[in-house]
C-alpha cells in the first residue's frame, strides 16, 4: 500500500539537515545515510548519496529522473549470480 498523499514523503530528518549543509557548503562530498526508505526530494538533485546495502555504502548520484523513487532503489542489497540450469542449456 502507497503512503497517503496528505502526508507527503517520508524522508528522514536528519538527511535533510545533512542535505541541506551539503548544498550550502557547495563541496560535492558522499553524504553517508542507512535511509534506504527516504523519498527522494528535489533539493537532493545533484547531490551525491552513499547508500548502505548492508555490507558497504553505495554511491548514488541523483538526478531530476529519480524524484520520487526511494533510496533503496538504487542500490542493490543482493548479487545475482547466473541460475546454474543456465549453463547447462548453453552447452547442450
Given at each position: 500500500?502507497?503512503?497517503?498523499?496528505?502526508?507527503?514523503?517520508?524522508v528522514d530528518g536528519y538527511l535533510l539537515t545533512k542535505a541541506e549543509a551539503?548544498?550550502?557548503?557547495g563541496r560535492n562530498e558522499?553524504?553517508?545515510?542507512?535511509s534506504r526508505r527516504?523519498?527522494?526530494l528535489p533539493?537532493?538533485?545533484?547531490l551525491t548519496f552513499g547508500v548502505y546495502n548492508g555490507h558497504k555504502f553505495i554511491p548514488v548520484q541523483v538526478n531530476e529522473n529519480m524524484i520520487g523513487h526511494k533510496l533503496g532503489?538504487?542500490?542493490?542489497?543482493?548479487?545475482?549470480s547466473s541460475h546454474?540450469?543456465?549453463?547447462?542449456?548453453k552447452r547442450g
Open positions: 500500500m502507497t503512503r497517503s498523499v496528505w502526508k507527503g514523503p517520508f551539503a548544498r550550502g557548503s558522499i553524504i553517508k545515510t542507512w527516504s523519498t527522494i533539493q537532493f538533485v545533484g532503489e538504487f542500490a542493490p542489497t543482493r548479487t545475482f546454474s540450469a543456465d549453463k547447462k542449456a
